[in-house]
């Protein structure tokens, strides 16, 4: 009986036109269920005499295969913490092309990157079957008049506009299945000082012949991620959270200064926890982003000191030789990570111990040594 009481009770007040005037006062809005949109930066530091740019400049929108309008690559790359893009559309059309002129992408685009200070290079991708392939041209003028029907010809157009043309990826398995070679429309594209730079890694592939074709005929190293769908939809941010990334140094933040270093070579790239490039810029890249602390403990005959990385580029060290250190042959230095390491030496002396850096690539299987020097 006590419990009906209570029921009757409970229907009368949920019924009752206070309550029924209360839910009924208005649209209530539930600002917090939505996500904040932020930048995350990524920490990479600069070089002596430049700054290290962040840039991918290589995908795609609705306005040829991609799946997303070109604002959102502008919001996904200063979210993901870039500097610099180009949306590079198919020039010659798709058949999931809006309608439209081939620069239109970019138009489209260009007011929310200026709004996030989001340097916005005009581009497009030379889409050719093999040979030659595909290939990128940056810093043009004018995305239409390179349709045209000879590829040499909308290469040669890119140049004249004073574009820089990256072949894409060399070695993609859907045009180069069995192995990735140097043809000889690509020499002929080289000879006439057309190719600028090569694409080591794109989407989920790289390629170590382009790195022996980058070194060996001085073109720019660089690595994108072609995107076409969501960037979050497509890749695992949480065990890979920087995404792919042409490292470019310049003299400064702005797109002269980012065509100046790419066609002065002044670049490197960093995909899912890879880091490739010319010795002359991963060695001061290195040295600026890993440091070794001075011993602050000496007990029982070991030396106890940090080692610490001031970036968001994770490191695996691999001992040179065997000591008698009991340092470790193998370990991880994780991204703006440090760690407490130690060393079996005499007390007061120096001690020396070399490794390799198994993730960072100067050439096909050369990797930079790291010194560790511990007082």
Not at 143 to 148: C, H, K, Q, S
Request: hydrophobic share 40%; charged share 25%.
């Amino acid at each position: 009986m006590e419990k009906s009481i209570l029921f009757f009770l409970w229907l009368v007040l949920i019924t009752s036109p206070a309550t029924l005037s209360a839910q009924r006062s208005g649209t209530i809005v539930m600002d917090d269920v939505e996500r904040v949109h932020y930048r995350k930066e990524i920490l990479i530091p600069d070089i002596p005499g430049y700054i290290t740019l962040k840039c991918d400049f290589h995908m795609h929108t609705v306005y040829s295969d991609g799946n997303v309008w070109p604002t959102v690559r502008v919001d996904e790359a200063w979210e993901d913490g870039l500097d610099a893009i180009s949306v590079t559309d198919h020039i010659e059309g798709h058949p999931k092309k809006l309608p439209g002129q081939k620069h239109m992408a970019w138009e489209v685009a260009l007011p929310s990157a200026q709004m996030r200070d989001i340097i916005l290079i005009k581009g497009g991708e030379i889409s050719r079957s093999m040979p030659p392939g595909h290939f990128n041209a940056l810093f043009v003028t004018d995305v239409n008049a390179l349709d045209v029907p000879d590829y040499m010809d909308a290469i040669g157009e890119a140049v004249r506009q004073g574009g820089f043309v990256i072949w894409n990826h060399p070695g993609w398995r859907r045009q180069q299945p069995d192995t990735t070679k140097w043809m000889a429309e690509h020499e002929a594209i080289y000879q006439k000082g057309w190719m600028h730079g090569i694409e080591v890694f794109n989407e989920k592939e790289w390629y170590p012949e382009a790195i022996e074709w980058a070194l060996a005929k001085d073109l720019a190293i660089t690595g994108n991620s072609d995107i076409h769908e969501s960037y979050n939809y497509k890749y695992n941010t949480e065990l890979y959270p920087i995404r792919p990334l042409t490292l470019v140094f310049a003299k400064e933040r702005s797109e002269a200064s980012i065509k100046e270093a790419m066609f002065a070579k002044r670049t490197a790239t960093f995909f899912f926890n890879k880091l490739v490039g010319k010795r002359e810029f991963i060695d001061p890249l290195v040295k600026e982003a890993i440091s070794v602390g001075p011993s602050h403990l000496y007990s029982e005959g070991f030396n106890y000191f940090t080692l610490k990385n001031n970036s968001d580029m994770e490191f695996v060290f691999v001992k040179e030789s065997v000591d008698t250190s009991e340092m470790p042959a193998k370990f991880l230095l994780p991204r703006r990570g440090t760690l407490v390491l130690r060393a079996k030496q005499e007390k007061g002396k120096t001690r020396e111990y070399v490794y390799r850096l198994e993730n960072v690539l100067t050439g096909v299987e050369e990797y930079p040594v790291f010194r560790i020097i511990v007082k």
